[in-house]
């Protein structure tokens, strides 16, 4: 739909569209017509660039299938085929337990993600997020961690 929108601007503001991968286009938009069937090149080019955005939404649908399909869910997170993990990096269990403390001790969501802070990728200290927070209170996280720190979380 945006890809449309954008050659319905381009229309508007009376700007040739010209492709480097798919030359039918240019040839399309550099053919002689006879004077008053104009609009003959207009409607083929709309269903071309239809059929194109088609096309492309179906790749794109065909590549998210093969990525789902190849994904492997286990206990400790996501991995893929190959065996690498997928996603954000895990907050630390220390964490996790300094979360439903603070929670236990009637802290606010925004005060507990000011206080727990937990180490990055690059040994970074920083504050865990207030999403986090929610999550790890809500056992939503790290299902099998927060129902070993906190067994009365498991819903």
């Known amino acids: 739909m945006k890809l449309l929108e954008l050659f319905n ?33 207009e409607i083929m080019i709309n269903n071309f660039l239809n059929f194109l955005g088609w096309i492309a939404e179906d790749e794109s649908k065909k590549r998210s299938e093969r990525i789902r399909a190849s994904m492997r869910e286990t206990d400790e997170g996501v991995f893929s085929y190959k065996g690498n993990k997928w996603g954000r990096k895990e907050i630390s269990t220390p964490a996790i337990k ?11 969501i925004r005060q507990i993600a000011k ?10 200290m920083i504050n ?28």
Do not use: W
């Open 9 to 41: 601007l381009c229309k508007i503001k009376k700007c040739n569209i010209y492709s480097v991968r798919q030359q039918f286009l240019n040839e399309m938009q550099d053919m002689i017509l006879p004077v008053g069937f104009e609009f003959i090149r």
């Open 98 to 108: 300094k979360i439903l403390e603070l929670h236990a001790q009637g802290f606010s």
């Open 128 to 155: 865990v997020s207030r999403s986090a927070v929610h999550k790890v209170i809500a056992g939503k996280h790290r299902k099998t961690v927060v129902n070993k720190v906190s067994p009365q979380l498991d819903t």
């Open 115 to 124: 206080q727990v802070q937990y180490t990055d990728k690059n040994k970074n």
